[in-house]
């Protein structure tokens, strides 16, 4: 049977397989950053925990239309997700949000080694 821990341990080897291929991985971090429905969930929850049931009313869009957003914002690692009987609970992952803050300045470093040549940072 399927339960929290479960679908948790399944998400980190997901987010493991992704870390393996840095691009896609990368790219999953900011496809989470640009939505304007998945930024105005992210404020939402700097104020802290919120239900499901909150981020629906608060974000006014359908609940299959939440639940696709979440998904990219749980994959991506910069929010977790935990369950308490019917509910899902999300907020803000610290690591992921540092994560992110880091791959961002990793990205837009630019790196010039002995020989004034350009490297790959990433």
């Known amino acids: 049977m399927l339960n929290m821990d479960n679908i948790s341990n399944i998400?980190?080897?997901k987010r493991q397989i992704f870390i393996?291929?840095?691009h896609l991985y990368n790219a999953r971090v900011f496809k989470a950053l640009c939505d304007e429905t998945r930024l105005m969930v992210l404020s939402l929850l700097q104020s802290g925990e919120k239900c499901a049931c909150v981020l629906l009313e608060k974000v006014n869009v359908g609940q299959s239309t939440l639940s696709h957003h979440m998904k990219i914002l749980v994959?991506?690692?910069i929010v977790?997700?935990?369950k308490d009987g019917k509910w899902?609970?999300?907020?803000i992952?610290?690591?992921g949000s540092?994560?992110?803050?880091q791959l961002l300045q990793k990205l837009t470093t630019v790196s010039v080694d002995k020989t004034n040549t350009i490297k790959e940072v990433c």
């Open 11 to 13: 998400l980190d080897m």
């Open 20 to 22: 393996d291929n840095k």
């Open 75 to 77: 994959d991506s690692g």
């Open 80 to 82: 977790k997700a935990r």
């Open 88 to 91: 899902i609970y999300y907020s």
């Open 93 to 95: 992952s610290t690591a």
């Open 98 to 101: 540092e994560n992110a803050a």
